[in-house]
C-alpha cells in the first residue's frame, strides 16, 4: 500500500476535528511523501493551516445538489488515489465516489457502505473519541497498531501564541490573560452558569493580576456580554469577532483557559494552555481534554453523564460545582 495523492475528508465540528489530530499526525507519519489534502467546512479548515501533516486545504460549502456535483468535478481533475472519510455522513462517501476516487476509505454506516472500497466496522465506543479516527486507520490495514504517540496537540501552537500575545498587548490587556468560554453549541445542559463563570475568572484574575478574555460564537454575544459586566477588572468580550484562525492565536495567548465541554476546549488543551473544563452532561472520559495541563471539574451525580441537550430537572450536575473549586483548580495548574 502506497499511497501519493490523499484526500481526507474532515468532520464538520471542531471539537471532532480536533480528536482527529493524533490520526492525521499517524497517516503523515506513514505516508512521508503523500500529498495529503484537507477537504473542510469553512468553519473548520483553519484548525489544520499550520499543521505539518497538511499539503494543503480544499474548503467545501457545496449545499445544493448542484453545487455537490460541482465540487465532485473538481476533484476528479486533482486525481486523488485515495479517500479518508473521517466524516461519517451518507454524501462523504457519495462525494469521493462521484470524483472518481479509487480508494475509500470509512466507516461502513448511514448507509454508505456500498459506497467505499474499505467499509470498516464501526467499533465499539472507546475509552477516547481520539480513538475512534486512529482505529478507522488501523482497522483498514493503514497502520499496524495504535501509535504510543497519540496526544492531541497543534502543531502550530508556538506561533499562534506569538501571535495572540502580541494581539492581547496592542489591545491593552497586557501580558497575563485569562480565556473564558461560558457557551456550548451542544445545548445548555452542557453550559456551567455564566454567573459562576464570572466569579471563577474574578477569583483567578485577582490571583494572577490578570486580564479576561471572553469567547463565544455571536449566537453567545449576549451569554458573553452578561459574563463580561460581572467582571471586576480589565476585560474584552470577542464573543462573535473572531476567526477560527483568530481565536486559535488568542486562545494561544492565555495562560489559563476556563470552559465548558466545547470546541474551544479541545483547541485550548491542543494548544497546550493550561485548561480548566467542567462537565456535567458530557463524559470526561470520551470527550475531555488531555494532556497534563488540562484538568476535569465534576460533581459525580447520579445522573451524569445523560448526554442529553436540556437538563429536564435541576441541573444539578453544574449547579453543584461551585467557583471557588474551578478557581482552585485554575490556580493550582499555572502556579
Same mark, same amino acid.
Given at each position: 500500500?502506497?499511497?501519493?495523492?490523499?484526500? @481526507?475528508?474532515?468532520?464538520?465540528?471542531?471539537?471532532?476535528?480536533?480528536?482527529?489530530? #493524533?490520526?492525521?499526525?499517524?497517516?503523515?507519519? %506513514?505516508?512521508?511523501?503523500?500529498?495529503?489534502?484537507?477537504?473542510?467546512?469553512?468553519?473548520?479548515?483553519?484548525?489544520?493551516?499550520?499543521?505539518?501533516?497538511? =499539503?494543503?486545504?480544499?474548503?467545501?460549502?457545496?449545499?445544493?445538489?448542484?453545487?455537490?456535483?460541482?465540487?465532485?468535478?473538481?476533484?476528479?481533475?486533482?486525481?486523488?488515489?485515495?479517500?479518508?472519510?473521517?466524516?461519517?455522513?451518507?454524501?462523504?462517501?457519495?462525494?469521493? !465516489?462521484?470524483?472518481?476516487?479509487?480508494?475509500?476509505? *470509512?466507516?461502513?454506516?448511514?448507509?454508505?457502505?456500498?459506497?467505499?472500497?474499505?467499509?470498516?466496522?464501526?467499533?465499539?465506543?472507546?475509552?477516547?473519541?481520539?480513538?475512534?479516527?486512529?482505529?478507522?486507520?488501523?482497522?483498514?490495514?493503514?497502520?499496524?497498531?495504535? #501509535?504510543? =504517540?497519540?496526544?492531541?496537540?497543534?502543531?502550530?501552537?508556538?506561533?499562534?501564541?506569538?501571535?495572540?500575545?502580541?494581539?492581547?498587548?496592542?489591545?491593552?490587556?497586557?501580558?497575563?490573560?485569562?480565556?473564558?468560554?461560558?457557551?456550548?453549541?451542544?445545548?445548555?445542559?452542557?453550559?456551567?452558569?455564566?454567573?459562576?463563570?464570572?466569579?471563577?475568572?474574578?477569583?483567578?484574575?485577582?490571583?494572577?493580576?490578570?486580564?479576561?478574555?471572553?469567547?463565544?460564537?455571536?449566537?453567545?454575544?449576549?451569554? /458573553?456580554?452578561?459574563?463580561?459586566?460581572?467582571?471586576?477588572?480589565?476585560?474584552? =468580550?470577542?464573543?462573535?469577532?473572531?476567526?477560527?484562525?483568530?481565536?486559535?492565536?488568542?486562545?494561544?495567548?492565555?495562560?489559563?483557559?476556563?470552559?465548558?465541554?466545547?470546541?474551544?476546549?479541545?483547541?485550548?488543551?491542543?494548544? *497546550? @494552555?493550561?485548561?480548566?473544563?467542567?462537565?456535567?452532561?458530557?463524559?470526561?472520559?470520551?470527550?475531555?481534554?488531555?494532556?497534563?495541563?488540562?484538568?476535569?471539574?465534576?460533581?459525580?451525580?447520579? !445522573?451524569? #453523564? /445523560?448526554?442529553?441537550?436540556? !437538563?429536564?430537572?435541576?441541573?444539578? !450536575?453544574?449547579?453543584?460545582?461551585?467557583?471557588?473549586?474551578?478557581?482552585?483548580?485554575?490556580?493550582?495548574?499555572? %502556579?
Amino acid at each position: 500500500m502506497a499511497f501519493e495523492n490523499i484526500l @481526507v475528508r474532515a468532520t464538520n465540528w471542531v471539537g471532532d476535528a480536533v480528536m482527529s489530530l #493524533p490520526a492525521l499526525r499517524a497517516l503523515r507519519e %506513514k505516508f512521508p511523501r503523500a500529498e495529503i489534502a484537507i477537504l473542510a467546512k469553512p468553519w473548520v479548515a483553519d484548525l489544520y493551516r499550520r499543521e505539518p501533516f497538511c =499539503n494543503r486545504l480544499i474548503p467545501y460549502s457545496a449545499g445544493t445538489f448542484g453545487e455537490k456535483f460541482h465540487a465532485a468535478r473538481a476533484l476528479r481533475r486533482e486525481r486523488f488515489d485515495t479517500a479518508i472519510l473521517f466524516q461519517n455522513a451518507f454524501e462523504a462517501a457519495a462525494l469521493a !465516489c462521484l470524483a472518481g476516487i479509487p480508494e475509500r476509505i *470509512g466507516y461502513a454506516r448511514d448507509g454508505r457502505g456500498f459506497l467505499l472500497t474499505r467499509a470498516v466496522q464501526t467499533p465499539q465506543k472507546g475509552p477516547h473519541e481520539r480513538f475512534y479516527y486512529l482505529e478507522l486507520l488501523r482497522r483498514a490495514g493503514i497502520l499496524d497498531q495504535i #501509535p504510543e =504517540n497519540d496526544a492531541i496537540r497543534l502543531e502550530g501552537a508556538g506561533e499562534a501564541r506569538e501571535a495572540g500575545r502580541e494581539r492581547f498587548r496592542k489591545l491593552g490587556l497586557g501580558e497575563m490573560v485569562i480565556g473564558v468560554s461560558p457557551g456550548a453549541a451542544f445545548g445548555s445542559a452542557k453550559r456551567w452558569p455564566a454567573d459562576r463563570f464570572a466569579e471563577a475568572a474574578n477569583q483567578v484574575a485577582g490571583e494572577l493580576g490578570a486580564a479576561v478574555a471572553i469567547f463565544g460564537s455571536k449566537d453567545e454575544r449576549a451569554l /458573553c456580554a452578561g459574563v463580561a459586566a460581572a467582571i471586576r477588572g480589565p476585560v474584552k =468580550n470577542f464573543a462573535g469577532e473572531t476567526s477560527l484562525s483568530e481565536f486559535i492565536d488568542l486562545a494561544a495567548g492565555c495562560r489559563v483557559y476556563l470552559t465548558n465541554d466545547s470546541g474551544a476546549m479541545h483547541i485550548a488543551s491542543a494548544l *497546550g @494552555v493550561p485548561t480548566i473544563a467542567v462537565f456535567g452532561a458530557t463524559d470526561p472520559i470520551a470527550t475531555g481534554p488531555t494532556g497534563p495541563l488540562a484538568r476535569v471539574v465534576r460533581e459525580p451525580v447520579e !445522573c451524569s #453523564p /445523560c448526554l442529553k441537550r436540556e !437538563c429536564p430537572i435541576d441541573h444539578r !450536575c453544574m449547579t453543584r460545582v461551585e467557583p471557588a473549586r474551578v478557581a482552585r483548580a485554575a490556580i493550582e495548574l499555572v %502556579k
